[in-house]
């Protein structure tokens, strides 16, 4: 990035309103069908800037200069002060990263058993304006176990919202027996309250599509309706085919939405924003049989496993869904003709323009160009399609659809004395550290103990410049947690840490203080929750 590129950062940043957000305690919702708090609709807008930290970062670093006088930024001189209101008090800087936090200790045992999950903390940091990330927790309370997701969106918020608010009831829903669900279906046809299908943890921050929330308890019922006409549904879905059907359906209900008429025009318009954005999905059921995973895009699932030494392993739940997936390139040429192999996937894009290469929604990419023309044309005539977020576009190379789909790719793992947390990630975080490091900051913030290896024989070598920066490494490990959330700890370093694998108040303001049109292109919304599991249910009992 050129000098003058930067400047002009600095000086809309400097220029810029900055609106922090006060810290907010961990006000948790339960809820069962219908019973979510009304939250107004956001308007959804777009931002489409793909870039990374890299470019900021060398410049920044390389031209840092000394604490006082005037430091160059190629074709301009910016003083002291000017560079000081670039940056954010630690007071500001730890208001912004924990307005989202949130915190939930879960009893070991209730009405339905032991739970496996001892507790849980999540937070969340936007770069897109609004936030396109969702995060979703909650109990099943027909069944047993607990589903935990996060859902990235792209091209808005609207799908990762619906998603997140819809798949849990599915899955829930798929696990209940015959005789549960005749039990909903009676309390249906008699207008009598139904029994709440999922205890939820939401918190006060979180959306809720109110306007929608009849359209959306309508095709759950169409859902289990049909599982009851099942001869083979009996004591309902094992959680592995619980959340692959959920997943499949879903996705199938909002292409369906899209496409019929609906009670209003603003539920219309919300079914066509659901169906024309997208989000990835990484949704995990945590039960005292183990853990199930589906994940289906670019989220990410990981284990955190202590060993015997007390060392921290990362054991991965899930597989990216994007270009550097060898196999889930050759699924996707798969689908399409020889003569179609090089255009699929181009820039590491599905048809140069989709990262993610499984996801819900994203129309676009599933249905031929004469069904998206004949429902966009079906909108009122009057109304603006920007203002939905939509655009008559098609992408280069659209000759064989569908190139997309939800299915998504299953994990078991069986619970084990030393499984000690899991972590789900939306890509923000990925982008930022690997699963190794995420298990190592979270393993040394549950212990409280940062180990560190001997010094190799190579290290022994170094010379004293190099030396010094291995102790800056190792001092900034032992370094204790500014935190008490850990998910919060996670974005601190993830967006904090320098290249001596320190956490740097600079670097951490520079990246918080950026204005909303510029965030985007330097990092992506993150996403975070952190599972504690009850490892010691999983102990042999003699």
């Not at 430091?71 to 924990?98: E, K, M, Y």
């Amino acid at each position: 990035m050129s000098g003058r590129v930067y400047a002009s950062i600095l000086q809309r940043a400097s220029s810029c309103t900055l609106t922090l957000s006060s810290t907010v305690s961990s006000q948790i919702y339960m809820y069962g069908v219908g019973s979510s708090p009304s939250i107004q609709q956001p308007t959804w807008t777009q931002q489409s800037h793909f870039s990374s930290w890299s470019g900021l970062k060398s410049h920044w670093w390389h031209h840092r200069g000394a604490e006082t006088g005037s430091v160059s930024r190629g074709d301009r001189h910016l003083s002291t002060h000017q560079d000081l209101a670039f940056q954010l008090s630690r007071v500001q800087i730890n208001s912004i990263l924990r307005a989202n936090e949130q915190a939930v200790i879960v009893p070991e045992f209730d009405a339905r058993g032991l739970s496996a999950v001892k507790s849980f903390e999540s937070n969340q940091l936007a770069a897109n304006t609004p936030f396109e990330d969702r995060r979703s927790a909650s109990s099943c309370l027909q069944t047993k176990g607990m589903l935990f997701g996060v859902f990235d969106g792209h091209g808005g918020a609207a799908c990762a919202q619906a998603v997140s608010e819809r798949l849990p009831y599915y899955v829930a829903v798929a696990m209940m027996s015959q005789r549960t669900l005749e039990e909903l279906e009676r309390c249906m046809e008699h207008g009598r309250p139904i029994p709440p299908i999922l205890q939820w943890y939401r918190h006060h921050s979180d959306f809720i599509y109110r306007e929608s929330a009849s359209l959306y308890i309508d095709h759950l019922r169409v859902f289990w309706q049909e599982l009851l006409g099942s001869d083979e549904h009996g004591d309902g879905m094992s959680p592995q085919e619980a959340l692959d059907y959920a997943f499949m359906r879903l996705d199938t209900d909002i292409s369906l939405e899209a496409q019929v008429p609906l009670a209003s025009e603003l539920m219309r318009n919300t079914a066509i924003q659901v169906a024309f954005a997208g989000s990835c999905a990484c949704v995990a059921h945590v039960g005292m049989e183990g853990i199930h995973v589906a994940n289906s895009g670019d989220c990410r699932a990981v284990l955190g496993v202590q060993e015997d030494d007390g060392t921290w392993s990362a054991l991965p739940l899930s597989l990216d869904h994007n270009s550097q997936n060898q196999a889930e390139m050759e699924r996707i040429r798969a689908q399409h003709p020889p003569s179609e192999r090089d255009t699929v996937v181009t820039d590491d894009r599905l048809l140069g323009v989709l990262m993610p290469l499984r996801s819900f929604g994203d129309v676009s990419f599933k249905w031929k160009r004469e069904l998206q023309q004949s429902v966009l044309n079906g909108l009122d005539s009057g109304l603006d399609l920007d203002s939905l977020n939509l655009y008559q576009y098609t992408p280069p190379n659209y000759l064989t659809p569908p190139y997309l789909d939800v299915v998504p790719e299953l994990t078991y793992h069986k619970l084990r004395p030393q499984d000690r947390f899991l972590i789900l990630g939306s890509d923000g975080l990925w982008d930022e550290m690997c699963s190794k490091e995420a298990v190592q900051l979270v393993g040394e913030h549950l212990s409280g103990i940062h180990l560190q290896a001997p010094v190799s024989p190579s290290e022994r070598q170094l010379n004293l410049g190099q030396m010094h920066d291995l102790l800056l490494q190792r001092r900034a490990r032992a370094t204790p947690a500014l935190d008490l959330n850990v998910a919060t700890h996670l974005i601190r370093h993830a967006l904090g840490t320098d290249e001596y694998g320190e956490l740097c108040q600079e670097k951490l303001s520079s990246m918080l203080a950026l204005p909303a049109d510029l965030a985007r292109m330097y990092r992506d919304d993150i996403t975070v929750t952190v599972v504690y599991l009850n490892s010691d249910l999983a102990k042999p009992r003699h």
